[in-house]
């Protein structure tokens, strides 16, 4: 009786074996040379630069780009060449907007 089983779990185990391999078996199924066809492939896109600047007790009007008397030209560049979010408004302390960055809540 254990031989039998011992049997038919090895015929078994080898009949698939042999399905499960049958393909990687073939001849000349991968070619040796890439494919030339293929070469016109769109450059991989970098990932955005993300600068996230905050800042604590700081009127509307302390930033240069808002026609303010205190010049900050690095500032004003970056909001010329980035995306200005303006529309959040805060607490005059700064630990509730940090908290919420921080956990996003």
Known sequence: ???TTLTGFSVMSLLSLGYL????MS???VENEPDQTFSDRSP???PPHIIFIMTDDQGFNDIGYHSS???T???DKLAADGVKLENYYVQPICTPSRSQLITGR
């Open 69 to 71: 008397d205190i010049r």
């Open 1 to 3: 009786m254990a031989t």
């Open 44 to 46: 991989v896109q970098q």
């Open 73 to 75: 030209p690095v500032l």
């Open 21 to 24: 391999s049958w393909d990687l």
């Open 27 to 29: 001849p000349n199924q």
